[in-house]
């Protein structure tokens, strides 16, 4: 069964600061994985989508990397701002069983301090 | 308004007593998908549709039903809420292209059962 973890559940950071967050899997066999961000009373915005043949994906000043052997995904935050403010979310697909195959982690809640 | 709306917002009901979540869209997307969120625990899918004649179980279905009304409309019934289904729940859609996988998401309903 896959696992995903994501360490530290929280992070408190000045803001300006460059920070990494951290998404961790068990099984390597996946088929994509997706970042999001959850804030307080909303839904999930879906921020990136790496697929199993990539490497990274680039949004502003977010930049997610993959790799597949390690079972490690970062998401790397430019230039934090008040506004990131959020817990953030990775999702992972398997490359068998069909879309039933997606498993969350429980997130890092991230702060960031004016 | 809202791509994605879930109603009601907030619910707190009584251990047997059924009840209904709905949810609509404005995507025109095919695809809908009902999950829900504890702490400490990833989000776990309970139902997905694929089409208003396509319904399947998730991860998690026992002790709910699902409808699919038209495309637009897919709603989550607790047919003798338990305890253990206090929780946040959200519904999703998701675009054909991005994988077939939930992309947009309600801002949720907390459902609180006593």
């Known amino acids: 069964k896959q696992e995903v973890t994501q360490i530290p559940a929280a992070l408190s950071v000045p803001e300006g600061e460059n920070l990494v967050l951290n998404c961790s899997f068990t099984?390597?066999?996946?088929?994509?994985l997706q970042w999001f961000r959850q804030d307080p009373g909303k839904g999930l915005t879906s921020l990136l989508l790496i697929q199993s043949s990539q490497r990274e994906q680039t949004s502003g000043r977010l930049n997610a990397s993959l790799d597949k052997s390690s079972g490690r995904s970062t998401l790397y935050i430019a230039a934090s701002q008040p506004g990131d403010s959020a817990t953030y979310l990775c999702?992972?697909?398997?490359?068998?069983?069909?879309?039933?195959?997606?498993?969350f982690g429980t997130g890092t809640k991230l702060q960031v301090i004016p | 308004d809202a791509d994605v709306t879930q109603t009601p917002r907030n619910r707190i009901t009584k251990t047997g007593k059924r009840i209904m979540l709905e949810c609509s869209q404005t995507?025109?997307?095919?695809?809908m998908y009902w999950y829900r969120q504890d702490p400490g625990l990833g989000l776990r899918l309970i139902y997905y549709s694929f089409d208003v004649k396509d319904i399947n179980k998730g991860e998690i279905s026992d002790g709910y039903s699902v409808s699919r009304q038209a495309q637009a409309k897919f709603s989550l019934s607790l047919e003798s809420a338990i305890p253990n289904q206090t929780a946040l729940y959200f519904c999703?859609?998701?675009?054909?292209?991005?994988?077939?996988?939930?992309?947009?998401f309600g801002d949720g309903t907390r459902l609180s059962i006593l």
């Open positions: 999703a859609t998701s675009d054909p292209g991005q994988a077939n996988q939930p992309q947009h």
């Open positions: 995507k025109g997307h095919d695809r």
């Open positions: 099984d390597s066999a996946i088929y994509n």
């Open positions: 999702a992972v697909r398997l490359s068998s069983g069909g879309y039933q195959k997606v498993t």
